[in-house]
Each structure stands twice: as C-alpha cells, then as structure tokens.
C-alpha cells in the first residue's frame, strides 16, 4: 500500500487556519506511527489573497491542487469580502471542478457528550449530500436589481446522472453498514420535478438493494425527527441544499458544531477527496483560541480512512472520543484540545 502521499493544505480563513493547525499536528502523529509520510503543500487561499491580488482560485492553482492525493480544507469566508465571493470562488469551486459528488457526513453521539436532546438514544447515522448540484450550481441571476421591482433566481439542478451516482453511492453505504436503512429526505410535495426525479432514481436503485429498506421524508419533517427520535436515521440521501442544512442541525444535537468532521468524497477517484469540518470560518470567534478542533482532526481520520487507513483513522477517534469522555466542561483553548487528543493517539498502542 502507498505510504507518501501529497496532501494539499488550504487553511483558509477566521478559525480554518487554527483548526487545521491542531489537525495536521494530529496526523502528524499518527503518520510517524503507521510509516505513513504526508508530503504538504500549503495553499494561500481565501480572504488575504482575494484583498492583495482579487483572486479566489486560479486555475493553475486549481491544476496544481488536482495533482494531490488528498486535501485538507479549514473553512472558508469572511465578513471583509462580499458574501459568497469565497464561498463560491473558492470552495464550491473545489467541490464542483474536482467532482465531489459525495458530500459525506457522519453524525454519532459519542458517550458523555452534552446533547440538547433530553431522550437522544443512540445517534449513528450518516448524510450523503449530494455535492455538485442542486440550487448551489450558480443557476440563477437577477434583473432590475436593487429596485422595488428586481426579480432573483437561484434554479435547482438535479440531473438523472448526478442523482443516480450519489443515491447509488449512498446505498452502497447503507448495505455496508449493520442497520441497512436508506431514508430519502426531500420535499416532493412541493419541489415536484426533482423531487420526483430523486424519488424514482431511489426506487430504482434501491431494486438492486433489496435487502436495505428505504424511506422517505419531507425536508420540514425531516428536521422534527431529527429532534425527536435522531435514532430512526441510518443512512439519509438529500440534495446540496438540505443536506447542509440537515448537517448543522445534526452536529447540535451530538454535541455541536466543532464535533462535526465531513468528507467532499470523488468516490470515482478521478481527483483528490477534500476533507474539512462541517463548520465555517466563525469571525465571530476568529484569532481568540476558542473555537474546537475537534471537526478539524475528525475530518483527518476521514482522509486516512478514504486513503485506506481505517485502523489509523479509528485510532483517532478512539481518541476523540476519550478526549470527549474527559471533558468536564472546563474551557479549554485550541492548541490544547489538539495537544491532548494528540497526546492521546500517541499513548494508544499503534496498530502493528
Ligand atoms: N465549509 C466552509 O468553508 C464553510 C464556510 N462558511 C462561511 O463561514 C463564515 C461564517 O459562517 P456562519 O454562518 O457564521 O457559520 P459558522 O459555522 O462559521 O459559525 C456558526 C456558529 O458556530 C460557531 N462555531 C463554528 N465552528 C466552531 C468551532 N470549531 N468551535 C466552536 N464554535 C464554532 C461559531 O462561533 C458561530 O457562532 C461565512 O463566511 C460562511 O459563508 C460557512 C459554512 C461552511
Ligand atoms: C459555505 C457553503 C458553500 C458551504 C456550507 O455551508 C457547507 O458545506 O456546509
Ligand atoms: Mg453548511
């Protein structure tokens, strides 16, 4: 099995580079025990480079970022730029060019874990959201903007191929995993075209699945069972829209968002896998060491798991999750949760 791989690093802006400090010290860690070498190029990226040279990402950026194995992402946007300049510049961007149809989510309460929920029960279940489509595709304009009469759209693109993969893939998932339950979230009660489009690809595909029962829900739904009864969900499939917001609900209620890891996946491997936290560049607590690694380093046992690694990957959550049972509420700055989860993987007993 390979053991160098080149790994791009775009750090990004508020707390992506803090956070994915703490994740590379992490595998770091891990690398050195398993004789595993992570070449890193680090990319300048995000709000700094858009204010000194007006780019978000140069194509020959772009090109040299497609040669990696594998990248590492913080997170992406700040309150000095034009919204969405970044957010579509740059990551979508990424997601979109280096195909990443598989926007991979999992959500598990880990014990000890502060939940809102008073009767959680157990949470294990993961989103495949779709990726490369959707209402992020950039389909839209507006006219007569900034007048009483201005008209915007922002048009969803489902397509039968980009539908097909991602279902296919996350019924894959469901059939590998114990319970083999598939939900669709959609709302095609309303959203007629694509949600009819998403509901026959499932019945479709799910003929080739036959031993992993699927259901449905509508989005609204969806999110009262979220709440309720988290433990129903195994395996969700949604769309690019409901799938980021169904993920940040889903972080709440297993412990918040600087829990919660996510992999842009190219099951095809066709260009290299993107991993980040599911959380953005929080301005609100950028530079003050508050904001939690834990999505960040989490996020890097989705890279070693996607490059093969499983055992390594489960040595970091092992961790995370002793990490998590020794919380006792105290504050603790940035660099220390990461030297302690750090610490820990390197007391574990490395896999032979
Ligand atoms: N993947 C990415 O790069 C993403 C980028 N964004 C961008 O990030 C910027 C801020 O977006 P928001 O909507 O405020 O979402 P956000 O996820 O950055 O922050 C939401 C709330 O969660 C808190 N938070 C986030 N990460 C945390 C962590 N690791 N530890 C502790 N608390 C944490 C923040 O302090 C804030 O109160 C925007 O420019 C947005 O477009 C948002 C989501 C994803
Ligand atoms: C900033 C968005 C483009 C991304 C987002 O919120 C997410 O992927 O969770
Ligand atoms: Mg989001």
Do not use: C
């Not at 560049?281 to 490059?307: F, M, N, R, V, Y």
Request: hydrophobic share 45%.
């Amino acid at each position: 099995m390979t053991s160098t791989y080149s790994l791009a690093v775009v750090a990004g802006d508020g707390i992506g580079p803090e956070v994915t400090d703490q994740a590379l010290k992490v595998l770091d860690v891990v690398a050195a025990d398993a004789g595993l070498t992570f070449d890193r190029t680090a990319y300048d990226l995000g709000a700094r480079r858009w204010h000194a040279t007006g780019e978000t990402l140069p194509d020959s950026v772009l090109e040299e970022i497609r040669g990696h194995d594998a990248i590492l992402l913080g997170a992406v946007g700040d309150p000095s730029v034009p919204s969405g300049v970044l957010e579509r510049g740059l990551l979508l961007r990424l997601r979109f060019e280096l195909d990443h149809y598989v926007n991979l989510r999992p959500s598990k309460l880990f014990p000890g874990v502060p939940t809102p929920l008073a009767d959680p029960g157990e949470i294990d279940f993961v989103v495949v959201r779709e990726g490369t489509e959707g209402p992020y595709v950039g389909n839209g304009g507006a006219i007569r903007v900034g007048t009483p009469h201005e008209v915007a759209t922002e048009v969803s693109l489902n397509t039968a191929f980009g539908v097909e993969r991602v279902v296919r893939d996350a019924f894959a998932r469901a059939q590998a995993r114990p319970r083999r339950k598939l939900t669709l979230v959609h709302k095609n009660n309303v959203l007629v075209h694509a949600g009819h489009l998403w509901s026959r690809t499932v019945e479709a595909v799910g003929a080739e699945f036959p031993d992993v029962t699927v259901d449905y829900l509508h989005v609204d739904a969806a999110t009262i069972f979220l709440a309720t009864d988290p433990s129903r969900f195994d395996v969700i499939v949604t769309d690019n829209l409901f799938g980021d917001i169904l993920t940040d609900l889903a972080a709440a209620i297993t412990g918040g968002i600087g829990l919660a890891a996510s992999g842009n996946v190219n099951p095809d491997r066709s260009s290299p896998s993107m991993f980040e936290p599911v959380h953005g560049s929080a301005p609100d607590i950028a530079g003050q060491s508050k904001a939690d690694p834990t999505a960040a380093i989490l996020s890097a046992g989705l890279l070693l798991e996607h490059l093969g690694h499983a055992a390594e990957a489960q040595r970091i959550t092992a961790a995370v999750e002793a990490d998590i049972a020794a919380r006792q509420g105290q504050p603790r700055s940035t660099q220390e949760v990461g030297e302690a989860i750090a610490e820990r993987v390197a007391a574990e007993v490395p896999v032979a």
